[in-house]
Antibody
Framework: QVQLQESGPGLVKPSQTLSLTCTVSGGSISSGNYFWGWIRQPPGKGLEWEWIAYIYYSGSASYNPSLKSRVTLSVDTSKDQVSLKLSSVTAADTAIYYC???????????????WGQGTMVTVSS | QSVLTQPPSVSAAPGQKVTISCSGSSSNIGHNYVSWYRQLPGTAPKLLIYDNNKRPSGIPDRFSGSKSGTSVTLGITGLQTGDEADYFCGTWDNSVSTYVFGTGTKVTVL
């Protein structure tokens, strides 16, 4: 079965760039009607989730407008990986970052049908 | 800032039914499909419902979804202690061109 695993530093200094990688195992990032992306959840705010962005294996991406100026998303099909870079981070970017798979259905609908376990990133000096 | 409104909490005894509402607007729920997720304590969210009322493989029929206008509802029947979790809805919002999520609902089994 397909699994998603996030990796990257757990601590980032303010004003620096947060970099995370998601590795897809048990399947190919290039298969199916799937987009690959990121959603975050601030700690202590258990009932709050924020979509960041997602990307198709071809490189076509969609970004949350509120974060777009700071986000870079890329895909490496040879490694079945998708990478997130978030620049100029502040304490407000402290969150659990989840790698997700977005399935696009024939109906026109979509959903995040697969989630990684999440990785906690703290922004602090 | 969530644009989809859910009740903060709902509760019921084991075996009973709960419903969770998710209210939005014409720019999101009114014109797009909605999905529902469950997040057990300390774990990643899991997809329960997509396209308003469809269940992914492996999700029991105790979980159901419905839509009316700019609101959707998640129903859970035969409530179990293992259903204690946070539940949230999600959909695309055309006015802000972003995927939005609900405020989340904590389900407690009494």
């Amino acid at each position: 079965q397909v699994q998603l695993q996030e990796s990257g530093p757990g601590l980032v200094k303010p004003s620096q760039t947060l970099s995370l990688t998601c590795t897809v195992s048990g399947g190919s990032i290039s298969s199916g009607n799937y987009f690959w992306g990121w959603i975050r959840q601030p700690p202590g705010k258990g009932l709050e989730w924020e979509w960041i962005a997602y990307i198709y294996y071809s490189g076509s991406a969609s970004y949350n407008p509120s974060l777009k100026s700071r986000v870079t998303l890329s895909v490496d099909t040879s490694k079945d990986q998708v990478s997130l870079k978030l620049s100029s981070v502040t304490a407000a970017d402290t969150a659990i970052y989840y790698c997700v798979r977005r399935e696009y259905y024939g109906s026109g609908g979509d959903a995040f049908d697969l989630w990684g376990q999440g990785t906690m990133v703290t922004v602090s000096s | 800032q969530s644009v989809l409104t859910q009740p903060p909490s709902v509760s019921a005894a084991p075996g009973q039914k709960v419903t969770i509402s998710c209210s939005g607007s014409s720019s999101n729920i009114g014109h797009n499909y909605v999905s529902w997720y469950r997040q057990l304590p300390g774990t990643a969210p899991k997809l329960l419902i997509y396209d308003n009322n469809k269940r992914p493989s492996g999700i029991p029929d105790r979980f159901s979804g419905s839509k009316s206008g700019t609101s959707v509802t998640l129903g859970i029947t035969g409530l179990q202690t293992g259903d204690e979790a946070d539940y949230f809805c999600g959909t695309w919002d055309n006015s802000v061109s972003t995927y939005v999520f609900g405020t989340g609902t904590k389900v407690t089994v009494l």
